[in-house]
């Protein structure tokens, strides 16, 4: 070959790779394949902070698509001042929000949860573009808001207090909910659009005002879901009673420590939430948590095999383990213990034919959320592996550009080993032989979290051990169905180290709320109660 055409090929694979460069090092929000997020009233840099208007003077942030690594639009930050600013809104307008009639409440709500449901496909394509889930999670993430919507809705007309006998003659006792006043939202990166949902539709029905800081991580969905609040709001001549205030660890530690922030909702991890907890009850506010989850689900030996390993397959991988529900650890009778582990391996290895960007239907496993989630997850193998474990499948980083990660298996590990009582999220499950139902309980009940959990069984006596009070001791029990996700029409959260909080369905909405007892006198006495006579 001679020179000159070697120096002709070199500087054609340089122009190659300039082109190529220049390709992925533009923004996503300017690539026509991500038209959705213009849809969405998206910009190359967008304000993250709404307060009647749209602001913005902290730091500015790039969000990352964490199956590609590249740029997908930046957000201006949140300061400190501009939350306290964002907090002095809320607890002003909540006063004219909560004198409209509930049911005139609703309606606005009714409103959001419609303008959601026009965009419900772009709104979870950026759901899965930024967070890593894939679309139909994505998608369904929204769905969940748009449902809650119409569960607030109907809670806006019914949502009551009680009439209670009281032991003086012709005096009445009455019991009186009534809105809290500004609620702080602080969310986690994995759910950015869903827990907002969840805390806000149920609060502005019973008539509070809310401030809401999503991960910074997930700024755009967080800018994008305002909007869409907001412009509903606006279109009916009402004030900002949804504000937002995008920002870093000082911007939460404002909203944590405000005493006009009466109610804060925060979902992180156990650790978090307790520092978070502390600070709110030292000025005795009210505190919403929904912390970390190590979720076990139990195969007893009659189970319904089929069902078990569906459920197990999703409930560990799903999200790619990012689930505060995710299944991490297995808990299988030692009669079904080999068959089982050995047909959920075949499913793991086949399930590489499906890793991908989430935005190609196709996809059932996409990425972890960022580098920290992967070395995490690298930092896991290894104290399993000191401690003696076998990797039956997975333990390493994918190849490939982005936080791709192994779905992993772990086995020959006790049951009581430390990195199987700490949750690390990400997509990996101990699997550990029982003996007995008792012993799969023990086992479940032993880590310090409490949030969901599930058992395979067609036995009636078997299922009502796992329920009673002696059963499994997480807020969410589960008999024969996934441990992973919950319908918001029963009250969601978990116990012990899970902090205790309950949001969407059932009567959760009464921790938006503060209690009145009434007692209404409507004779022309004055008796006295237990009867004394005070003369």
Known sequence: MSLFVSRTLLATSKKI??????????????????????????????????????????????SVDPASGQII???????????????????????EWSKLPAPFRGEIVRQIGDELRKFREPLGKLVSLEMGKIQGEGIGEVQEFIDICDYAVGLSRMFAGQVIPSERSQHVILEKWRPLGCIGIISAFNFPCAVYGWNTAIALAVGNSVLWKGAPTTSLVSVATAKIVADVFKRNNLPPVATLCQGGADVGDAMVKDSRVKLLSFTGSSAVGQQVGVEVQKRFGKILLELGGNNALVINDDANFGMALDAAFFGCIGTAGQRCTTTRRLIIHEKLYDEFLAKLKTRYENLSKRVGHPLDEKTLYGPLHNQQAVDNYLRTIEAAKKAGATILT??????????????????????????????????????????????????????????????????????????????????????????????????????????????????????????????????????????????
């Open 394 to 535: 997975g333990g390493k980083k994918l190849d490939r550009p982005g936080f791709f990660v192994e779905p992993t298996i772990i086995t020959d590990i006790a049951h009581d080993s430390p990195v199987v009582k700490t949750e690390t999220f990400a997509p990996i499950v101990y699997v550990l032989k029982a003996k007995n139902l008792d012993q799969a309980i023990e086992w479940n009940n032993e880590v310090d979290q409490g949030l969901s959990s599930a058992l395979f069984t067609r036995d009636v006596g078997a299922i009502f051990q796992w329920i009673g009070n002696h059963g499994s001791d997480c807020g969410i029990v589960n008999i024969n169905t996934s441990p992973s996700g919950a319908e918001i029409g029963g009250a969601f959260g978990g116990e012990k180290h899970t902090g205790g909080g309950r949001e969407s369905g059932s009567d959760a909405w009464k921790q938006y709320c503060k209690r009145s007892t009434i007692t209404l006198n409507y004779s022309t006495e004055m008796p006295l109660a237990q009867g004394i006579v005070f003369e």
């Open 73 to 95: 639009a930046e957000v201006k930050m949140g300061t400190v001042d501009e939350a306290k600013g964002c907090i002095e809104t809320a607890d002003r307008v909540y006063k």
């Open 17 to 62: 790779l300039q082109i190529r460069t220049m390709a992925t090092s533009g923004y996503l929000i300017d690539d026509p394949k991500y038209s959705f997020l213009r849809d969405l009233g998206l910009e190359r840099v967008n304000a993250g902070v709404y307060n009647g208007s749209w602001t913005g003077s902290g730091p500015v942030v790039k």
